[in-house]
Structures are given as structure tokens and as C-alpha cells.
């Protein structure tokens, strides 16, 4: 009689690798990614109700905002007794956030991870293919922890605008806004303002039509 075939499982690899996500069909947490995945450059990686969550890096606009805002926000927060971050792991139970700006009340040196409590401040640009996350799923994620405040930065149609929002009984309520051409001014968490329309660099030539040899 024929015996049934055995398909071992899939050995763990020894050290951190993507291939994990073949075969780990168990709910994933903050921890088991942080132990089975390498860190990268490249693509976030975040763990949200059991999900791994990988995106790519956003265009550049988005890069480009980023890090002019972060230059001059970390002088502003280092005043204030704060420490800014980019793209930094940020632990929430058994999540793992990577939001695009993280303002902390202690440094970060020398850790790999930070829990979401030690956030003052959690900021996301707005990417064009991830508008619900950015816009109305990361604020909710972020003030349900009780992050006291949340920057958007949103770049639709190349206008910068900028909102910040206070957590006042467990939600986010506007407390400045901006668009490109007035002023952004925010007193708390420290004081800090900027025309949006600083963080827009130039826009790419048109690209060449082919031709034909």
C-alpha cells in the first residue's frame, strides 16, 4: 500500500530573512517580526491586528518633505527637551508602527524599537496611494494608544498643506492648520512654524519622447 506523501515544514531560518513570509501563517506581533525579519532600507514593514504590512517607499515629493521638515522640526524639538526620528520602529502591544516622523520624550540611542508611550508626537505625509491610512487609520491607531499629537502633511495636487491635532478625550481635534502660502504655527508640543510651500522641491523635467533610430 502506497504510503501518503510528507511535506516537511519549512526549517526557521537561522538568522532573519524575508522568506519567513512564505511560510508563518500564525498572527503576527511587533516582537516576532522584529525577531524573524531583517531590517531594511528599503520597503516598511509593520504589523497591524496579526498582518505584516509592507509598502514601498514613497515618491518624491513625499522623500523630499520628509526630510526638510525633519531638519527643521529636530532643531525645534531638541529646544524643547524632545528627540526626532524618521521612520522610526514605534511598538504599540503586539503592532509595529513606522511612522514618517516620530518626536520622543527620551533619545532613542541605542534601541532598535521604542514603545508608543514615550511618543509626543507622531507625524505621516500623505502618500497618494495610501490616503485611508494616513488620512482617518493611523490617526485612530495612533490616539486609541494615546499619542498626544498627530502632524499631517499632505501633498495632493503639489499644495502643501499641514494639520495638527490634539488628543482631547481620546480623539484628535484640529488645532492648526496650513496651506501653501500662509503660515503653519504650532505652540504645543514646542513652538515651531513653516510656510508649507518650503517643503515642495522642484518638479521633474518632462521626460524625453522615444525615438526611433
Do not use: C
Not at 528627540?83 to 509595529?96: M, P, Q, T
Not at 495636487?157 to 496651506?179: C, F, H, K, Q
Not at 504655527?185 to 525615438?211: C, H, K, N, Q, W
Amino acid at each position: 500500500m502506497a504510503q501518503a506523501a510528507f511535506a516537511p515544514e519549512p526549517a526557521q531560518p537561522t538568522e532573519p530573512s524575508f522568506d519567513v513570509l512564505r511560510w508563518h501563517d500564525e498572527p503576527w506581533t511587533a516582537q516576532l517580526a522584529l525577531d524573524l525579519l531583517p531590517e531594511t532600507n528599503g520597503p516598511k514593514v509593520e504589523v497591524l491586528s496579526g498582518s505584516v504590512i509592507v509598502t514601498p517607499h514613497a515618491g518624491y515629493d513625499h522623500q523630499n518633505a520628509e526630510l526638510d521638515l525633519a531638519y527643521l522640526l529636530k532643531q525645534a524639538a531638541r529646544r524643547a527637551k524632545l528627540w526626532l526620528y524618521l521612520e522610526a520602529n514605534v511598538v504599540s502591544g503586539d503592532d509595529l508602527f513606522i511612522p514618517d516622523i516620530v518626536i520622543l520624550d527620551v533619545p532613542g540611542g541605542g534601541r532598535t524599537t521604542m514603545d508608543i508611550s514615550h511618543a509626543v508626537l507622531l507625524g505621516e505625509i500623505v502618500s497618494p496611494g495610501n490616503r485611508r491610512k494616513d488620512v482617518i487609520d493611523r490617526p485612530r491607531e495612533y490616539a486609541a494608544a494615546g499619542v498626544p499629537f498627530f502632524l499631517r502633511v499632505d501633498l495632493r495636487n503639489r499644495v502643501p498643506t499641514m494639520a495638527l491635532y490634539e488628543l482631547t478625550d481620546g480623539e484628535y481635534r484640529p488645532v492648526s492648520a496650513a496651506a501653501a502660502g500662509t503660515t503653519f504655527v504650532m505652540r504645543e508640543p514646542f513652538e515651531f512654524s513653516i510656510d508649507p510651500s518650503d517643503l515642495l522641491g522642484e518638479e521633474a523635467p518632462p521626460e524625453d519622447p522615444d525615438t526611433e533610430g
